[in-house]
């Protein structure tokens, strides 16, 4: 079947331009959560969603990081005025609730 | 929170040796403790995991072990093979009703060499 999906897969921006990146759980899964891993780092824990409810969003780096998941399916995270310091691959990952999570390809975001 | 360190960073063996990979974790909390594959421009793949319940369990050629006591669990692969070769990350967290975000260790390149 069919697994978490994420797009764009890769995205370029200039510095202090917005971005969208997507992530289409696994069908049927509850939770789903958004990591950043930095290069040659594990992921790092960004926010969590059960449904629609953001359960925690206790990772997100600053209030220029914003997660949405309006339908409890697909989610949007969203990062405003980027940094440098954003650059990094952004991991989605969906999982049925206390069950084994399932990760994406990833979005490698570079911040120019 | 939770702190989960990694060892080593870096391993190489020969096709066929076995290979160990160590992690401690901080929090007496966390029940869960799951080992991901990723292999260049993937995402992370789960390969096995245990919970706290069990202090060892086997899949095939993969095994981990964990110590609750000590607060340390290892992945155990035999017999490598070169598609072996990947990052292996540990990750630990608590298991809840209201989820379970993970903390990873900072990953292990594992190169099986012919």
């Known amino acids: 079947g069919a697994g978490v999906s994420q797009s764009p897969r890769y995205k370029v921006a200039k510095r202090g331009q917005d971005v969208a990146l997507r992530c289409d759980p696994i069908s049927g899964h509850v939770s789903l959560f958004w990591y950043q891993q930095a290069l040659g780092q594990g992921p790092e824990f960004l926010t969590y969603f059960q449904n629609e409810a953001q359960l925690d969003k206790s990772g997100l780096p600053s209030d220029r990081f914003f997660a949405e998941r309006p339908e409890g399916s697909v989610s949007t995270l969203k990062i405003q005025r980027t940094q440098q310091e954003d650059s990094a691959v952004y991991l989605c990952a969906s999982s049925l609730v206390g069950a084994e999570q399932f990760f994406g390809p990833g979005t490698r975001l570079t911040v120019l | 929170g939770e702190n989960v360190e990694q060892h080593p960073s870096t391993l190489s063996v020969q096709e066929g040796d076995s290979a160990v990979i160590k992690c401690t974790y901080s929090?007496?909390?966390?029940?869960?403790f799951p080992w991901y594959k990723q292999e260049l421009g993937k995402g992370p793949q789960l390969i096995i995991d245990?919970?706290?319940?069990?202090g060892e369990k086997k899949d095939q050629r993969i095994a981990v072990t964990l110590n609750k006591t000590a607060k340390h669990f290892s992945l155990h692969i035999t017999e490598t093979q070169p598609e072996d070769s990947a990052v292996y990350f540990c990750?630990?967290?608590?298991?809840?009703?209201?989820?379970?975000?993970?903390?990873f260790g900072t990953g292990t390149q594992l190169k099986v060499e012919l």
């Open positions: 990750a630990a967290s608590e298991v809840t009703g209201g989820g379970n975000k993970l903390t």
């Open positions: 245990i919970r706290s319940n069990v």
């Open positions: 929090d007496s909390a966390s029940n869960y």
